[in-house]
Nanobody
Framework: VQLQASGGGLVQPGGSLSLSCQASGYSLDEYAIGWFRQAPGKEREGVACISTTDGRPYYADSAKGRFTISRGDAKNTVNLQMNRLKPEDTAVYYC???????????????????WGKGTLVTVSS
């Protein structure tokens, strides 16, 4: 299983960015796909996850209402649309495969088996 995240870049506060995760070596139906991020000096944080069984999205409180996870039109892709970005969203974003997805106390709880290389998102004016 290989995962590749792309779409990161520099965006101003309040702006939008769309990340894409391309998976290969397995079918999207076999695993849940999640997006995680890690800011300098901070622990890795789960942002969003999409279920394999029903396509239901799960969001951490930090992402709810601003981010949207969805399966892409291209085969084996999962996208993360990020709107109303804040400086505190600055981090390296990773996509991962595993599951199942769950949220507990506003935090994304999911065990991932496979991780891709990250893509840097910088929110700054």
């Amino acid at each position: 299983v290989q995962l590749q995240a792309s779409g990161g870049g520099l965006v101003q506060p309040g702006g939008s960015l769309s990340l894409s995760c391309q998976a290969s070596g397995y079918s999207l139906d076999e695993y849940a796909i999640g997006w995680f991020r890690q800011a300098p000096g901070k622990e890795r944080e789960g942002v969003a996850c999409i279920s394999t069984t029903d396509g239901r999205p799960y969001y951490a409180d930090s992402a709810k209402g601003r981010f949207t996870i969805s399966r892409g039109d291209a085969k084996n892709t999962v996208n993360l649309q990020m709107n109303r970005l804040k400086p505190e969203d600055t981090a390296v974003y990773y996509c991962a495969a595993g599951g199942p997805c769950a949220v507990e106390a506003g935090r994304l709880i999911v065990d991932m088996d496979y991780w891709g290389k990250g893509t840097l998102v910088t929110v700054s004016s």
